[in-house]
């Protein structure tokens, strides 16, 4: 139980353009799902915790009209990379906690979303 | 300043021995600590996790250990396989709040188990 798929886990896209990745629980609601970012070699980077039903909370430093966050069921997040540069590619995951869970339970993360810009 | 410190960064073993990755932290106030295991190119999966006022817990041949006193946890590996070659990353929560976006995430230990 407790799967989270992430959707796409590989894309190339040319720089300029937009990219959406998509986050769904699977067998659980998740009231909460959070979106990192991943360089080589380093460890996870908290960009986002996204919230059903309202606004995304953004990690300093982290860009909101770059990012775009949508949490729009208990079951699935999006995030946008808009107008996506070089720099923007990166390893992207997202992990969501069981509703109702203790902030001691585990977080069920997604195999990641390995995007390359051009 | 709260951070999670992974020693050694890198590690290679022959398959069927024991290891001990080991993580220290200066996280305040402590909640809790866990263990993930991410495979090359995919997401971490959990191993462990500790509270307070566990100092120890298993998981299979995995073990972990916590002393909140010193600040440190350990994940010893038991019997290593070949399978078990991922990185391993040490996680501390902090605040005690109902969010679990207060992780500080350490940097991992690359484990490579060799035949």
């Known amino acids: 139980g407790a799967v989270v798929s992430q959707h796409p886990s590989r894309v190339i896209c040319k720089s300029g353009t937009s990219v959406k990745i998509e986050c769904r629980s699977l067998d659980f609601q998740a009231t909460t799902m959070f979106w990192y970012r991943q360089f080589p070699k380093k460890s996870l980077m908290l960009m986002a915790t996204s919230n059903e039903g309202s606004k995304a909370t953004y990690e300093q430093g982290v860009e909101k009209d770059k990012f775009l966050i949508n949490h729009a069921s208990l079951t699935l997040s999006t995030l946008t990379v808009t107008s996506a540069h070089p720099e923007d590619s990166s390893f992207y995951i997202c992990s969501a906690q069981v509703s109702g869970q203790s902030y001691n339970s585990p977080l069920h993360f997604g195999n990641g979303t390995r995007l390359t810009v051009t | 300043k709260n951070q999670v410190e992974q020693s050694p960064q890198s590690l290679i073993i022959l398959e069927g021995k024991n290891c001990t990755l080991q993580c220290n932290y200066t996280v305040s106030p402590f909640s809790n600590l866990r263990w993930y295991k991410q495979d090359t190119g995919r997401g971490p999966v959990s191993l462990t996790i500790?509270?307070?006022s566990e100092n120890t817990k298993s998981n299979g041949r995995y073990t972990a250990t916590l002393d909140a006193d010193t600040k440190q946890s350990s994940l010893h590996i038991t019997a290593s396989q070949l399978s078990d070659s991922a990185s391993y990353i040490c996680?501390?929560?902090w605040g005690g709040g109902g969010s679990q976006g207060n992780l500080i995430f350490g940097k991992g230990t690359k484990l490579s188990v060799k035949p």
């Open positions: 996680v501390v929560s």
């Open positions: 500790m509270t307070f």
